[in-house]
């Protein structure tokens, strides 16, 4: 192991990861005049860039959500497309998150390394599968990098909810669920399982989904749930912001259920904390298994850790004999909500 | 086990009884004997595995799992059944175990057999199933779920009164398949023998100043309510057991009472603790409820006492149908007769109208009454709350105003208001300002309407906020009411209310006006 081989290229400015010779932060936190955005979370894909490389749907989504500070000079490029910046080839293969979300392979003087971003590794039937691309250096998330997380199937999770709406017909099934990406995987698994029902939404997630169908992606019968009559949604299944399922918006549901469809959920403290009665495990991110997996099969001999649980993940990376580092990017936010 | 699990993981997060009760009873029709037996002697407390499992647990562990991960894990999710249970690996390639199966084993099997069944079932379960595993196994579930609310959902799920339940319960054990058999309508009422079983006992209907009038006082005694708590002592067939109210078996935390029970009687009365005669108040008994055991440290400094209500069984003769003046004789005839220790009857207060009764009432002021029993002379012993029989009427409340400090969201259908309030007391803080403590805390005793105006109020006027706790400008005042007030070590305020309640909401009244911990503290009655 050479010490300092990426410090030369690759460093951790108050914007977040900038990397040098191609003079170009990758999902930094505040405004810059040069972005590699790997997916379209607000924690992410944050507004006032100037030029910004991305995937298409990723500049889509900054667009219907950022609107006049979505990036002023967006480049699109397709996976597996290298596009030069600078000295820097730069390439963006799956990550498995959310519809768009990219991994950012970085080639320069023969080094590669790829930021993760996002990524998990189980089946989403709502965007392109994670790929695996060999590295030198692997830049991972770490938001659920303890071995307590091992998700298990998401479609166990969906036949739980619909076997509560089934003992609870005149109960609405509030599940809260994520905007962008755990909203349209929740419906898709819902219509996977054979629901064929009309699924209501809180008015925030509206755009996302109309965005997710313009992508291809069908997702059925959708009603929003305001202006309902709350006759009407007795035994009804109704996705909402996590914020708004056990707060005054709720209220307007029979009776409801609360429920929340997220990787914490695993824990119990948590999942009682948030006055969740039916806690589905559903998450956008790699357990401690994908983690550690895909550590060990990008064959990098150095991992660096964005943000999370990242003691526990470092402790494992230094056991199996690779170099580690800390990154603690701010802004970033205790995500899977 | 699957469905078990399943049903604990639901249940442990449904706050609502009637949502607990559904899903009880599904689980109850869709489950086979003797898994549902099994479960439900498992929800009600009546399965014990006495094998040390934290110990056996430790051991396996270590073989397995890194210290510093489990260390930062168990730090994260602060349970350490949970932790196991969620990093143990799913392998799921053999078929989950039923629950029958791993009760049964380990019921049979040798102690040092016991870490590799299981082993052997973790590696077969998923996460809610090895927490499902490990919460049977080490005795706490705590998903609460209430002997008497399972039995209350075999009522529901069969059809059958829940009082005929109860009646054959203590003669039953684990897995229960006569008790299943019979609720399916499958096979005949289990036979009770001679076994001590539970009879459901006869509760009054509380009663107010103006419905005294309609008191006839030729047709009524009146007793003493005194503040224990109900308990009914059966002693048949040579068992002895104590049960609570609700038919839970207490035998085991009252060893003293259990003891001085007399062959062949069926008795009901007051559980209190008694110091030279006197009642000591109800914190004394409440120390030595809800244990397992008892220290004989606890015995002599608490010592227990059963004071005598009436009688239901003498030898195999049921009185229950039996008017109340005739089976009061029997229970003095026979007090009078085995003079058993820790036992005395209840003292009957003979009164001529209502107005000599009040005069009574309110000058007694005595420690351990809470109220007053008024029962008519010709009711038989009937289980449940009957009307017109008997009557409660409870000692006026103590009120303090109080200032609104904290309020936590509710669970279930509160769980997007602000429903749970922690009030306080005036004091004078270090530096002589006036400071408010925390003296209790209520979710009750208002209406819907009202809930609506205190969330508003609530959202409008936080400080501060703790995960689901808010602090609010002190400004709002409750008038609360509560039965009685004790000292405790356990709160800042050195204070404890017994059933507290917002008994008005003093919209009107400025906060400094409200009462001063002093106040709190003059009314503590030990």
Redesign the interface.
């Known amino acids: 192991m050479r010490p300092d081989k990426f410090d030369s290229w690759l460093k951790v400015d108050s914007k977040g990861l900038y990397c040098r010779p191609g003079r170009f932060h990758v999902d930094p936190h505040g405004a810059v005049g040069r972005a590699v955005i790997t997916h379209g979370h607000s924690d992410h894909a944050r507004p006032g860039h100037d030029a910004v490389l991305a995937t298409n749907e990723t500049l889509a989504v900054m667009e219907t959500r950022l609107g006049e500070l979505a990036p002023r000079r967006p480049q699109a490029a397709a996976y597996g497309e290298p596009v030069t910046i600078d000295d820097v080839t730069v390439t963006l293969f799956p990550a498995g998150h959310v519809l768009g979300s990219a991994q950012v392979l970085l080639e320069w003087k023969g080094a590669r390394v790829v930021v993760s971003g996002d990524y998990k590794r189980s089946a989403d039937p709502t965007c392109a599968a994670f790929e695996l691309v060999p590295c030198d250096l692997f830049v991972t998330e770490a938001t659920f990098a303890l071995p307590v997380f091992q998700h298990g199937d998401a479609s166990a999770e969906v036949a739980k909810l619909l076997k509560s709406v089934g003992q609870f017909p005149e109960r609405a099934h509030v599940v809260g669920a994520y905007g962008l990406g755990k909203t349209q995987r929740v419906i898709a698994l819902l219509r996977a399982a054979g629901y064929e029902r009309p699924i209501y939404l809180h008015g925030a997630l509206q755009a996302c989904c109309n965005l997710y169908e313009s992508f291809g992606v069908k997702l059925g019968p959708l009603e929003p749930a305001t202006g309902a009559k709350r006759e009407d949604l007795r035994g009804v299944i109704v996705l909402a912001p996590p914020s708004a399922i056990a707060d005054r918006w709720s209220r307007r549901f029979p009776d409801p259920v609360t429920s929340f469809a997220s990787g914490w959920m695993r824990v119990r403290a948590r999942a009682r904390q948030q006055g969740v009665e039916l806690p589905l495990v559903i998450s956008d991110h790699a357990d401690w298994r994908e983690l550690t997996e895909t550590i060990e099969h990008s064959g990098a001999e150095e991992v660096w850790v964005t943000h999370g649980r990242e003691d526990a993940l470092l402790h494992h990376i230094e056991r199996t004999g690779r170099r580690g580092r800390a990154l603690a990017l701010i802004g970033r936010e205790d995500e899977d909500q | 086990m699957k469905a078990f699990a399943?049903l604990l993981d639901?249940l442990?997060?449904?706050?609502s009884r009637n949502?607990k009760l559904?899903?009880l009873a599904?689980y109850f029709a869709a489950t086979p004997d003797p898994d549902r037996g099994y479960a439900l002697a498992a929800l009600t407390d009546g399965l014990f595995f006495r094998l040390p499992f934290r110990r056996i647990m430790a051991e396996m562990l270590e073989a397995r799992?890194?210290p510093?991960?489990?260390n930062?894990?168990r730090d994260?999710?602060?349970?350490t059944a949970?932790?196991i249970a969620?990093?143990w690996?799913?392998q799921g390639e053999e078929a989950p175990p039923r629950l029958a199966e791993v009760v049964e084993a380990v019921k049979a099997a040798a102690p040092a057999d016991v870490p590799g069944l299981l082993a052997g079932w973790l590696d077969r379960l998923?996460?809610t199933g090895r927490w499902a595993l490990l919460k049977l196994l080490t005795g706490g579930l705590r998903v609460g779920v209430s002997a008497r609310l399972g039995k209350t959902a075999l009522a529901q799920w069969s059809g059958r009164p829940l009082a005929d339940i109860e009646e054959v319960w203590h003669a039953l054990q684990p897995p229960y398949e006569a008790l299943f058999s019979w609720l399916a309508g499958e096979g005949p009422q289990p036979e009770t023998g001679a076994a001590p079983v539970f009879r459901p006992l006869m509760l009054s209907h509380q009663i107010e100043g103006r419905e005294l009038a309609d008191i006839t006082p030729s047709e009524f005694v009146a007793e003493w309510k005194w503040d224990g708590i109900r308990v009914q002592a059966s002693h048949q067939g040579s068992e002895k057991r104590l049960f609570s109210r609700t038919g839970d078996d207490i035998s085991g935390a009252f060893p003293d009472v259990v003891e001085a029970l007399p062959e062949g009687v069926v008795l009901d009365g007051e559980l209190l603790v008694m110091r030279e005669g006197a009642v000591a108040p109800f914190n004394d008994l409440q120390q030595r409820l809800n244990r397992k055991k008892v220290t004989g440290a606890m015995l002599e400094s608490h010592p227990a006492h059963l004071r005598l209500y009436d009688m239901l069984f003498e030898g195999d003769e049921d009185l229950r149908s039996l008017p109340f003046t005739t089976r009061r004789a029997r229970l003095e005839d026979w007090h009078a007769a085995h003079a058993p220790s820790r036992m005395d009857v209840s003292e009957i207060i003979s009164f001529s109208s209502i107005s000599e009764l009040e005069a009574l009432w309110g000058s007694a002021r005595e420690t351990g009454i809470e109220g007053l029993m008024l029962k008519r002379k010709g009711s038989p012993y009937l289980a449940g709350r009957p009307r017109g029989h008997w009557y409660k009427w409870k000692r006026a409340p103590l009120m303090i105003d109080a200032v609104l400090m904290y309020a936590q969201?509710g669970?279930?259908?509160r769980?997007?208001y602000y429903s749970d309030y922690t009030f306080g007391a005036w004091r004078d803080g270090e530096n002589g300002e006036p400071e408010l403590v925390p003296v209790g805390k209520s979710y009750f005793g208002f209406t819907d309407e009202e809930l609506k105006k205190l969330d508003a109020f609530v959202r409008n006027h936080t400080v501060d906020s703790f995960?689901?706790v808010r602090q609010v400008e002190p400004k709002l005042v409750f008038e609360v009411a509560f039965d009685s007030v004790h000292r405790s070590t356990r709160h800042k305020s050195g204070v404890a209310m017994r059933f507290p309640r917002i008994h008005r909401i003093r919209w009107d009244k400025p906060a400094q006006e409200a009462d001063r911990l002093e106040t709190v503290k003059g009314m503590v009655v030990d």
Do not use: I, M, N
Not at chain 2, 12 to 15: E, G, K, R
Not at chain 2, 76 to 79: E, L, N, Q, R, W
């Open positions: 399943e639901r442990a997060y449904t706050p949502d559904r899903l599904d799992v890194d510093v991960l489990f930062f894990s994260y999710v602060g349970d949970e932790t969620l990093l690996p799913t998923d996460a969201r669970s279930g259908k769980s997007s995960g689901p």
